[in-house]
């Protein structure tokens, strides 16, 4: 027989729609609890609420701060074997303690010292890497060094093999996004240590990946490679095209096209060239850019985002807290909660005046499970 | 700003692979704290496992205590609108009183009395009903009468109203399933009351619902109704096929050719007609029988199940736990742990000798995220 | 250098749309012939039509003459590997005196004598057989002896090895419905002899095949063992089932509820339990009912149709045809061409008076290549 | 009753597998003739081989040829409402002076004098250009003027209205695809005129159409717009994007890494960004480089292709058939005939003595139904 630590604690059952505790009902809840039995009719409206009503709450995390402290914790934490990563996380305020952004969502700051390596493993939670400002590292997926820069994202599906090297003499800073939170609720989670020490023919420092080579033209797929593994083959999206992408919507807009998803509200998806797909599993990655002065319609999503600010300044809401934001800002949009952006350009010294955001968020989960419901509270 | 209850507690950091504690360390590891950080370092070993490692344990619920604290409350607590239904739900000894038979699945008995309805309402989670022993009660489904006896299946697809009608002179009572963790965890959830009545026209009492006239015909589809819903259309998946096909199975096998899962070993799936997926989007359903004598090899998932047996003797080993079974126990398979089960026809009334065991599962969420893995332990 | 015997023959060019014939434009003319060009000036009224003008035309064949004739072919004609097939096809009267029901569509009544057998084979044709009377022969598909009795659909998807025995004292006639035309335009046709001889374990006339052991239980599928091969893993569905769904429909509609495709017409498709789609990769099999005094409405579709009479009597109209048709009569619809049927009981012997008609037709091919059109001319 | 112009004519029987003609048989197949009936013995050979057996030839056609043709239907023959497009296609030479490539694609040289237009229409046959030499014309489609040149690739789904204007004072000739031969085997068409003539703001002549500043951006999709329609909404593909993806193959390959599809041999295939699928619903289209000394392996699969040299000189062999290729040669490939290319530098004036080849097929179809077949002939 197992034992358990937790006895169940009812909860006081004299609401209103709860049946009278008479002592006979306290007998029949001490035969639940014996039995380790709960009755629905006091949980459910935890349990099964009119809509969701997240444990999480928004929150705002400063560049400025976390960028602080990673670089003191680029004095004081060796990285190695073990600890693997200098990775700091964003722990929700009501989500006890626990390193989590969201219910399902992992968000981190990541910090290596000139020369540093990161070991190589590999584990089945599926990842990516932003970089909001810097350069100088490369991952090394499978042997494949690929750069990152600023604007870059780098998706990294489950259960590839992966390091991280420093080639220059600066520290680099970037955030790493992972679904460690779903799997840990999921219990799906495998891990792997691999090579100790990354090869010298693997620290080379291509300007481009050979995943680019394959996979990064438009509309064009390799005949000679099939990729059938979970998640994108594209190892690196380049803030290049990402830029471009957005230019080209407002510009179409202008010409009075459709392209973006509102008026002065341009936003891409990052995909899967093998089909079209989210570039992870469990991980939507976008980036919206919300054109000088305008502002977007406040939406709710089943689900929950973590938004990055990547340049441009301006204001956003998300249920009742609103923030001025800045470049590098994090903050959390918990399930069902009404957000909304404002580019400011005043506070910006960004030439366009556009407040630029990277987003990733669940939804994949939501829409493979068809939970996903969207409501625009215009 | 959000306050927040739960302060974060750093673990103990000595450990061999972490950096010794220094002041200045412990200087930052507050730093941390004031900006709700958390190091990957400290948190790896619990967060990222070499194999899931899951937070529930093997446990099984006997049906005799089930059903006799199920009657207990039938006569103490009465259904009505707020508490929706009398149902107990098993609650996984480690998942912290919470009333979760695994991480992602719930399972409940509920219980009906003689004439009573538990009223209409509607929920995202996804549920079904498996009647282990008796008959009676009615599921109205958006108006269609489903009855419920030994041995059926009732799949219950999210977002269809429904209620409860017991018909005749005698108390009922069955298992609940749902995805209530699953949901509860990814924060999906909406629920709206239905009527606080159902019609008379509704509390008919036919053998077959209207979904059986349509969808219960083998290898037939309906011309003029289209199903885009999620889940199956089909409301009732009657004992009668589900025994037929397993004695084919067997039937197949003792004539020497392909059909059972490995010897002695038939199991269907409950499908879903208009796809041949999961019945349910986030909840696998199938019925095992174990011939007299045979033995299943153990097998690791991701993911986890709950059994109900019902019919026949037999043993279940759970990872270390191994119990004697015997009609109408439920008990829990968590993540990754080895499961087997046999049957042993010298503790059985039933005349065939097998172990029938009725099964569900967390598989499609893995499934369509590809977090599935499967390991015989042969 | 290839010959090719049939010269360009240009069609004349005086049309309203057409360029004047003069002596440069015949010279130029020339100069395409000799280079094997065709303009498309000449040609786009045939080969681009404003919608689509089928080369087959409305027609009916008689099942007394069918059966006639099969009966003399029974007594001239042996059945043995190099024909293959005592096989009769329709040959729809404008393709030009190709076997062809339609252009993509090929029929046929088959024949077998008293303890014949047709020798084992298999193709890339998709097929399968529909008995409108009569029973005693089984086809043995990969060893798995499946019966025919009346009102019984067994697709058969290409490339399984299958061959044919009369276990009876009495010859059989049966409907043969298989994509030969569409694969002989698009030349993806393999054919391989089999054994001469099926074995005598294979002489058996069980009355299921192990094919619906395993697979012919409404919305439950095996779950040890996969079948990914094109079509459908059921290789016969009996008219017991297919009677039993068509009556709950009417009932159904009786009772003022949905079910039927319309008024009086009951119908269901034959589809694959793997994933609902077709039974087969190139065709679609149907069964409608049309009540006592029920008439449907005039349908177009993009593709062509082949119908059998099963039972009762009525009227069809295709097109500009309009037949009276009772048991056994086959007609085709060819694209584009509306069909409409109506039962008329008083021609009956049927206790119903529903007109019960079979249907296969190329839609599958339409709707993956995105082709399909419907339109109703009420 | 229908008429019937073409009697059947049955085949010789006395081959050494059909039955002996006596009176009573010819008896028989006069009884069949009369009630249009075919037998299946007389014909399987034909319509059921062991492997396809192409009803077309291998063919090539000289650019030279087709230009000078083409130049002088500029002169004589209008381009216009009724004839529509001054389109020449090539008629496999034994194919009947059908103007089919194959007997599912249509080739052809267009060819628009300097300012003419070709008048809007649209149809549901799917459609590509694809331009060898020259620039000058845009196409507008649905409003949207995308400019063509060499190396570019142009899809045009069914049913989206397209026009040709040619902006310059050259005339230019590209080659339009399209699948014309397969949607009239299937009789699927329809077509519809558009207006006379295109708005002055569609002659506008933007160096990329807004279908590219929408989805031509590697791995980034448009979130603001949804495309469901059948078919790429990628309206160009252009060559520097192609070059540079076969540019990175071979620079893979020479680096000893995958990429190509076999020493020396890169192959890109069009894409459609919305889902991975082929750019067309029933046509592939893929850019073949061979390098300078490089050879292809022969490959047999069933369907049929048609090339197009776009640059480099070569030898190809299609079944029994070698040629000496140059630019603008256009050759096919009928179903199951080995084909192979090899480059000759000395042969070409191109700096990097590779063979690019274009190529178009009808893989989608045989993949969609599930006839595809592949086999090396090495």
Redesign the interface.
Known sequence: M????????LKAVSA????DV?P??QE?YR??EQ???????T??GD?????????A???I?RWE??LR?AE??GD???V????????????????????FAT??LWA?IQYLMPGEDAPEHR???HAFRFVVEGSGVWTVVGGDAVPMNRGDFLPQA?WNWHAHHNATSEPMAWIDGLD?P???????????FGREEISDAERITPERS?SE?????????????AHTA?G?P?LA?KWE??D??LT??L??ER?G??????PG????????????SD?L??VRA?F?RIARGAETTPVRE???SVYQVFDGAGTVTVGD?TWSVTRGDLFVV???QPFSARSEAGMSDSDSGALDLFRFS?S???E????D?TQKDA
């Open positions: 197992t034992t358990h630590d937790s006895p169940i604690q209103a729609d709860q049946p008479t006979a009902l029949l035969g639940f039995e380790l039995l709960v009755p629905l009719w949980e459910i349990l099964m609420p009119a809509q969701p009503r997240s444990r709450v928004p929150h995390w701060n976390l402290l003191q914790a004081l934490v060796p190695g074997r073990g600890g693997e990563r200098r990775a700091i996380a964003l722990a929700n305020p009501t989500l006890v303690g626990r390193p219910p399902t981190a584990h089945t939670q489950g460690i779903f799997q840990y609720a999921n219990e799906a989670q495998f891990f792997e050979r080579q394959l996979w990064a033209h438009p509309g064009l797929r390799p005949v000679g490679v979970p994108s594209l999206y095209y990402t471009r992408a080209d919507q510009e179409l010409a096209h459709p392209g973006t998803v509102e509200h341009a936003a891409v998806r990052f995909s899967n060239p093998v089909d079209g570039v599993p469990t976008e919206h089943t689900g929950s807290e918990p399930s069902w669940d994949p989960v939501f493979a499970l068809r939970l419901r």
